[in-house]
Every structure is written in structure tokens, then in C-alpha cells.
């Protein structure tokens, strides 16, 4: 089932009339929003919220909470706090949020049996709190290196925002200091609360602060850890104790307790009413850790016509580099192990044009996932041959504002042809009938699929 139109998701934020409100608004950048796959090892979706304009912009991660359901997780919505990445688009910056890190929200819906999780931190008896922390950094650093290359985004100019398990992994981020993180903001950090759905009953809160002060050793980033008195999560004492050991180690943070909010101050960033709460203490810090205000000088002023979508046409680059074939593997902390074999077309700007995975489980499933350019005749899907033999169709499942995929099961049999052909061609049609092939070679797909994996994701439960 196509998920998306292929016209790109963009949605004008709405505009106040209060005479107060609407002398903000004319103040701030008009933004639009948008959906985008991030091609990364493990591929996902990402919100996506930015000034309208060329820029280039700084760039704000907003890391979102985490599901332990394979229920919730199917159903996790697209952006939990749109009214607080609004708020930083308005300050001038290009804002994402990666969806569900830790599993591949763009296979197959309310199944993901080809998605790997990293959000468990097993027994209370012998938690890993650092592993699951540590596998939200890395896709942090995907995400910067993968934007850090687009024209739009300011390189070096990062901010890291995150709530709940996303704030405990924007910790654990700024343990790993990576240079063009300026700061670090926080909404409710923390892993392991609510055991058994019972408020303030925590995981091992011991081991938490012990956690905490270790990431606290190594991290320098400023930091900002905002809560409220009501978090049925993490509670005031907990958090206390968390920034005691963090900022002792040498960690740099600073601690701001909110009152009461709502029934539940955990979800303090999800409401749209807290925003006038929380944003004069992080535009203060902003003000003093992050370089913003140069950005508003980059945005389109021109708000006078509306903003006509338009399909895009289906090009392709004069020419396309393709990478050799690698084989990433997954541990999941769910106990699922998954591989991917893997090959990607760029142009010159380093840009991706198109990807091929081999998705297979250690249990048997396979799946063929493509990415190939907007433009093409989503009704007729992509086309498959190896070697100029019989074509296979696979359906588009996701058209987003970025890019396109194609993805279904695969047998054992077209397995095998990979194995032994020399070539794999992928053809697409536009709405003109006119059609366009990618040609990628196969050499030493078998070789490769057969071998030890290039990289293994590793974020297990016996991880200290």
C-alpha cells in the first residue's frame, strides 16, 4: 500500500490573529513542513520542519520518546511535539526528528519484521541503561553527517533536543562531544520509569545515576535538563540525584525544576500550552551556547503567493557512482538479528541517487527495499532485472518529499540470481511513458552476502 502522495508533504504553519500573536509572527520566518526517508544504514523516516527559503539554516535533532510495544511503535505518530519543533523553526533553523529510532519505520507497517529495536535495557536486576542511549547517538551522528552535506543546513551548527528516551540518548550524545554540536536541551530524561505502568516506580534508579555520572566523565556539550515537579517518570528527587552525579563526573548542565504540569509533566514538550513556559528558559540558553540569528537573514520574505506543488519531473544525474556492496548487520535488543546488503548511486555533490538492500532476517524472510528518484509512475512501481531476464515489478510503499521506495518480499530464487549475475537493472517510467534505467553491477554480491558482515550494530543487553 503507497503510504505517501508523491507530491512532497508540506503544510504553511497557521498564523495567530491576536494582535500580540500576529506581531510575533511577522516577526518570525514562515515554515513549511515536510516527510523525508533517511537513507542510513538502517534506513527511517523523519519529520521534517524548516523556514521557508534557500538558507543555509543551523540545524535542531529532536529525539522523541521511546516504545517498548511493538504495538506502539507501529502506530507512533510522525511528530509528537510539533508545537516545540515549530518554535525552534521560528527561530530561524531547519528542525528533524527521526522516527522510532532504533527500527525501520519504512518496512512493512505493523509488522516491522524487518526492523531492528535498541530501546530495551532488559532486567531490572542487571539493566543496560548505556547501550540504548548510545544506539540514539548513533543515529544522532547519522543524522548530522547525512544533513551536514545539504545546501540548506549550516554545518557546525547543531542543537540536540530530546525527551524521555530521547533525552537520555541526547545524553548520552553529548558524552561522545562531537564538534559541531553547540548545545544540548532536555524535556524529562531519563530510562527505565513506570515498571509495570505504576507511577514513580523505577528500574534500578541507582544504576540510572550511576549511568548518568559515567556519561557525565566524557561529556562537555552545555547542556540544558529541564523537568516538572509532576513527571510520573522521573521524579525530582531521581533527576536530582541523576544531575548530581552528572555534573560531579565533570558533566555540563544545568538543572531547571518546573512546577506542576497538566496531569503529568513528563509530557510537558508534547503540549502546545507549555510552550510559553519552557521556551524563555531555552531561548536563554540558546541565546548564550547556539548561533541562531544570522539565520532569519536567509529565509524567502516573499509570502505573497501561495506555494503552487508541483510533481517533479523524473531526472537523472549525467553521472552516477556506485558504491561496492556491503554487508551491515543488526543485533536488536528484542533478540531479532537482521543483515542488509547493501549498494548506493551518487552523483558528483555526494548526493543519493539511488539504493539498493537486501533486507534478510536470521530466520529466513527477505525483503528487496529501493530507493529511487521522485518523478516516476507510482502505479507502475519498479521494474527488476538481473542481467536482462525476466523483470520482476516491485511496488512503491513510500513517496516522500526527498524520495521514493520501492519494497516487497523476495524469493529464494531471485536471491539466487543476484548471487550469480552480473548485473542489476532497475527501470522506472514517468508519467510521460518515457522510462529511465539504473544499472547497477552485482560484483562480488555473492561473496560479499556470503562473508563476515562489514559492520555489526551492536547495542545488546549484556553490554556494560
Not at 537523472?316 to 549498494?343: A, H, V
Request: glycine share 8%.
Amino acid at each position: 500500500m503507497l503510504k505517501c502522495l508523491l507530491i512532497p508533504l508540506i503544510l504553511l504553519a497557521w498564523l495567530p490573529t491576536a494582535p500580540a500573536a500576529a506581531e510575533d509572527a511577522a516577526a518570525s520566518p514562515r515554515i513549511e513542513e515536510e516527510l523525508w526517508a533517511l537513507p542510513f544504514p538502517l534506513p527511517v523516516l523523519a519529520y521534517v520542519i524548516r523556514p521557508v527559503g534557500e538558507g543555509p539554516f543551523p540545524l535542531v535533532i529532536m529525539n522523541h520518546g521511546i516504545s517498548l510495544g511493538a504495538q506502539e511503535r507501529s502506530m507512533f505518530p510522525t511528530i509528537e511535539f510539533r508545537a516545540a519543533a515549530q518554535w525552534f523553526a521560528k527561530r530561524g533553523n531547519i528542525v528533524i526528528s527521526p522516527v522510532r529510532y532504533g527500527a525501520s519505520s519504512l518496512d512493512v507497517k505493523d509488522q516491522g519484521i524487518y526492523g531492528s529495536v535498541f530501546g530495551h535495557v532488559g532486567s531490572c536486576d542487571n539493566p543496560n541503561f548505556r547501550g540504548p542511549g548510545l544506539a540514539i547517538a548513533t543515529l544522532n551522528e547519522w543524522v548530522i553527517d547525512y544533513m551536514s552535506k545539504k545546501k540548506i543546513v549550516q554545518p557546525g551548527k547543531v542543537v540536540v533536543v530530546g525527551q524521555s528516551g530521547g533525552g537520555w540518548g541526547s545524553i548520552a550524545l553529548a558524552s561522545l562531544n562531537p564538534s559541531s554540536v553547540q548545545a544540548v536541551i532536555t524535556f524529562a530524561a531519563g530510562r527505565g520509569g513506570r515498571v509495570d505502568g505504576k507511577p514513580n516506580n523505577n528500574c534500578a534508579p541507582d544504576k540510572l545515576v550511576a549511568a548518568t555520572g559515567e556519561f557525565g566523565r566524557t561529556a562537555r556539550v552545555p547542556m540544558l535538563w529541564i523537568y516538572s515537579e509532576n513527571d510520573s517518570y522521573f521524579g525530582p528527587e531521581l533527576t536530582k540525584r541523576m544531575h548530581d552525579a552528572f555534573v560531579a563526573n565533570g558533566g555540563n548542565a544545568e538543572y531547571r525544576m518546573l512546577p506542576p504540569f497538566g496531569s503529568d509533566g513528563h509530557f510537558l514538550i508534547d503540549s502546545p500550552d507549555a510552550v510559553s513556559i519552557w521556551s524563555p528558559l531555552a531561548s536563554q540558553f540558546l541565546d548564550k551556547h547556539a548561533a541562531t540569528s544570522d539565520a532569519k537573514q536567509q529565509v524567502s520574505g516573499d509570502y505573497s503567493e501561495e506555494v503552487q506543488v508541483k510533481p517533479p519531473r523524473l531526472r537523472l544525474p549525467q553521472t552516477i557512482q556506485y558504491s561496492e556492496w556491503r554487508k551491515l548487520c543488526f543485533n536488536s535488543s528484542d533478540g531479532t538479528s537482521i543483515c542488509r546488503m547493501t549498494s548506493s548511486g551518487t552523483d558528483d555533490l555526494d548526493q543519493l541517487v539511488a539504493r539498493v538492500d537486501l533486507i534478510q532476517r536470521a530466520d529466513g524472510p527477505a525483503r528487496l527495499q529501493l530507493f529511487v528518484p521522485q518523478g516516476a509512475n507510482l502505479q507502475q512501481g519498479v521494474k527488476v532485472s538481473i542481467d536482462q531476464g525476466q523483470q520482476t515489478q516491485i511496488p512503491f510503499t513510500w513517496c516522500l518529499t526527498n524520495i521514493c521506495i520501492a519494497a516487497d518480499a523476495v524469493k529464494p530464487s531471485l536471491i539466487a540470481e543476484l548471487e550469480s549475475g552480473k548485473s542489476l537493472k532497475l527501470e522506472l517510467t514517468d508519467l510521460n511513458s518515457s522510462s529511465v534505467a539504473l544499472t547497477l553491477p552485482l560484483d562480488p554480491f555473492s561473496a560479499v552476502r556470503k562473508g563476515a558482515a562489514a559492520q555489526t550494530f551492536d547495542f545488546g543487553l549484556d553490554e556494560e
